[in-house]
């Protein structure tokens, strides 16, 4: 079955950067497009960057600039690096590859 593992948050003050990584198994990687998505306290789901099986990328207005995806094929990982971050970037990010989700890594921005 497909597995996707997210490692990575943490606590950062804000300014500072983080780099997730989501694990997947059970997929052609290299084949299916991968986002990251987040969900603060109180707020839906939302999606914060994909990037498609051939390395397009798109990214939701509040990250842009200061957000990069990217994916290693020969791994099977796809990165989220997460600079200047900012306390209203808190929240749970997820992977998601095929409509399956990963368990969610919290990110925490302290002012």
């Known amino acids: 079955q497909v597995q996707l593992v997210e490692s990575g948050g943490g606590l950062v003050q804000a300014g500072g950067s983080l780099r997730l990584s989501c694990a997947a198994s059970?997929?052609?990687?290299?084949?299916?497009?991968m986002g990251w998505y987040r969900q603060a306290p109180g707020k839906e789901r939302e999606l914060v960057a994909g990037i498609t099986s051939g390395g397009s990328t798109n990214y939701a207005d509040s990250v842009k600039g200061r957000f990069g995806i990217s994916r290693d094929n020969a791994k099977n990982t796809v990165y989220l690096q997460m600079n200047r971050l900012k306390p209203e970037d808190t929240a749970v990010y997820y992977c998601?590859?095929?409509?399956?989700w990963g368990q969610g890594t919290q990110v925490t921005v302290s002012s």
């Open positions: 059970g997929i052609i990687f290299r084949f299916n497009g």
């Open positions: 998601k590859a095929e409509g399956n």
